[in-house]
């Protein structure tokens, strides 16, 4: 059974609400260390905690990393970039493919990476944060990112599952972060998403649906297009 009592962590986007979330509580439930990473690290007031530079779209960052922290046995995949526009026709080259480097080859890279490190870790996790737009694709760019980290966190699952590594994949609708700053609605406490993410990671679990968004997004997948986007519904029947 999974455990954060002794884990090494490495949290990506550490900066962020969700990642300082990971960060705080991961050395609350027993890590020894975690690994802070960002493009610009921020400091800390814990000796446990060890800033990293990492930036997920590049290759020699991502080598220097698994140099730097090769005693990892929790890889948490938490930074995105997300876009404003919900329109994916409107978006610039610029935007999509930041939010492809970002939300899908970045953490695919880092957790090919990091595999053999996890591989020989006792108590192994991989953590993707995906978002309950991967399964409802409203969000452009950004949704069509988290749905392909979404299949290839099922691919990692099922490669990694025979070392024994546990797979999480987080689905969650809007979180109380700056990236959500302009969207309206109710949103999750990031505290109350992470405290979710470990408890799933201790309960050998290999999904997390935070919210109702992502139950509900989650439903609709095996129903009709016009169930999920009742938008088209005159059109189907027309």
Known sequence: MPTLDGAVVLVTGANGGIGTQL?????????????????QPRAWDDPRIVPLILDVTDADSIRAA??????????????GASVHSPAILEHTDAEIRANVEVNFLGPLFLARAFAPILRQASN???????????????????SAT???????????????????????????GYVDTA???HAAGPKVDPADLVGAVL?????DEYEVLADEKSVTAKATLSAPIAVAYPQLARAARS
Request: hydrophobic share 55%; charged share 15%.
């Open 124 to 142: 192994a996790v991989l953590i993707d944060i995906h978002s309950a737009l991967s399964w409802y694709a409203v969000g452009g760019i950004y």
């Open 179 to 181: 990236m959500a700053r």
């Open 66 to 79: 698994t140099r730097a922290a090769a005693d990892v046995t929790v890889l948490a995949n938490n930074a």
């Open 199 to 203: 408890d799933a990671v201790e309960g």
């Open 146 to 172: 988290k749905a392909a980290l979404w299949s290839a966190t099922n691919s990692l699952r099922l490669e990694l599952d025979p070392a024994g590594v546990l797979v999480v994949g987080v689905h969650v």
């Open 23 to 39: 960060v705080h509580q991961s050395l609350a439930r027993g890590a020894s260390k975690v690994y802070a990473s960002a493009r």
